[in-house]
């Protein structure tokens, strides 16, 4: 089967071509032809499996024969997603001066202003982000989205959950109708929440809601040639088991990712480690926007081997290098690991994941063991006598000079400042009431 016999456009069989994507994965097989008939769509496939041309692909299909306006709206929960997702429209589009706005927090809110006004074909946004626009920008700002033919929520459960409720319901109010546009909802975590979105009454007129899930993703969470491995360790020596993984021989020259909860936490290390003389770089949410991008941009290129992150980077991102993953924190949802986990063994490569496991997270592994399907292995390549002699004071010492930088520098205070006005508001608009 080849894109062509999916009913894709001449011009985007040949733009994947190019890429050299010839075959279309399941999800991009079963999805395709359903979202070219006008069906909306609920799509669900395991990570790297293709969900971003499974939708992009029909959408640019039909653009190309009538390219007016702001012809799609995507919506995802993270700036870097917004910004992968734009790059890959950009590449498809790119013979056919497709026009993109990219509308994401941490940028300008006047210059994103001026694209939504210029009605560019696509607009790839965060909800909160536009909702900002739709509040504050005016009319001219978001009319061009009030025309738009289709609608995605790309890591959909994450989209409709109630961090984003608000400033998703915000964009959906100057969106048309649902019966006058298409609305595809993608994710590699069917939840019921948003699998019930099928049974809802059908919109007149319009055939009813297509929903394909590859081989009942939450039985196949992770590829077969993911390997799975823990350490056991105190919770007050995590930096230093962190430190011998990182300087074993079989990873000297592995793209790394480190997964952590806070993100002080993802600072503290990638300072410590990079007093160590190790190429390191973090993503969190107290990051300026363009040292994030920077971050992003330096690890794909290998300029730096580690990458420190939280759960930022644990959705949809496409690095095809990384080989480890390491869960320094473990995540309180069995699902938020799959999902790290899903960074490393894409496309049919190995990949390894190590949980650093405290006597604190004993339950979310069992959890977690029970969600993959899959029983972790002891590594043995670190031991405790390993640790002792060649990481223990090394990094100790670093991470103490790390936190009085830090001290010095005032790391979290604009976040301290941020919480507790928004605390403040938030008794001042129960006053009022």
């Not at 070219?36 to 041309?53: E, M, N, Q, V």
């Not at 490569?349 to 006597?359: A, L």
Request: aromatic share 6%; net charge positive; hydrophobic share 40%.
């Amino acid at each position: 089967m080849a894109f062509s016999d999916l009913g894709v456009a001449k011009w985007l069989d040949e733009a994947l071509a190019a890429m050299q994507i010839h075959t279309p994965t399941e999800i991009q097989n079963k999805c395709i032809p359903e979202i070219l008939l006008g069906r909306d769509c609920i799509g669900g496939a395991k990570t790297g499996s293709g969900k971003t041309i499974a939708f992009g692909a029909p959408m640019l299909t039909k653009w190309s024969e009538d390219p007016m306006g702001i012809f799609g709206l995507v919506l995802t929960p993270t700036r870097e997603l917004a910004m992968q997702i734009a790059e890959q429209f950009a590449a498809l589009g790119a013979l056919m001066n497709i026009r993109l706005a990219v509308v994401v927090g941490g940028e300008d809110m006047m210059e994103q202003a001026l694209k939504l006004q210029k009605r560019p074909h696509f607009v790839i946004a965060t909800p909160g982000r536009l909702a900002d626009h739709i509040l504050n920008s005016g009319e001219e700002t978001i009319k061009g989205l009030r025309s738009v033919k289709y609608l995605v929520l790309d890591e959909a459960d994450r989209v409709l959950s109630n961090t984003f409720s608000k400033d998703l319901g915000r964009c959906l109010s100057v969106l048309p109708d649902a019966s006058k546009r298409q609305t595809l909802l993608f994710t590699a975590t069917v939840t019921d929440s948003v699998r019930s979105l099928k049974n809802k009454p059908q919109t007149e007129g319009k055939p009813p809601v297509f929903l394909y899930e590859v081989e009942t993703v939450d039985k196949v969470a992770l590829p077969a040639t993911l390997l799975l491995y823990y350490i056991f360790v105190p919770s007050y020596v995590k930096e230093s088991y962190l430190h011998s993984i990182l300087s074993l021989e079989k990873y000297s020259k592995a793209n790394i990712i480190v997964f952590v909860n806070r993100t002080k936490t993802a600072e503290v290390l990638r300072r410590s480690l990079r007093k160590l003389d190790f190429r390191v770089a973090s993503l969190h949410s107290q990051m300026p926007q363009l040292e994030r991008t920077s971050s992003l941009h330096r690890f794909k290129a290998q300029a730096a081997r580690i990458l420190i992150a939280t759960d930022v980077a644990s959705r949809g991102l496409d690095i095809p290098t990384v080989e480890l993953v390491i869960n320094f924190d473990i995540p309180a949802d069995a699902d938020d690991f799959i999902h790290r986990a899903g960074r490393t063994a894409r496309a049919g490569r190995r990949g390894d994941s190590i949980c650093i496991v405290t006597e604190r997270d004993v339950e979310r592994i069992h959890a977690i063991e029970e969600r993959a399907n899959k029983k972790m292995e002891l590594l043995e390549d670190v031991t405790d006598d390993k640790v002792i002699a060649s990481s223990l004071q090394k990094i100790g010492a670093a991470k103490r000079e790390a936190l009085m930088d830090m001290d010095r520098e005032n790391f979290g205070a604009k976040r301290e400042i941020n919480i507790k006005k928004r605390e403040k508001n938030t008794k001042s608009a129960k006053k009022s009431h």
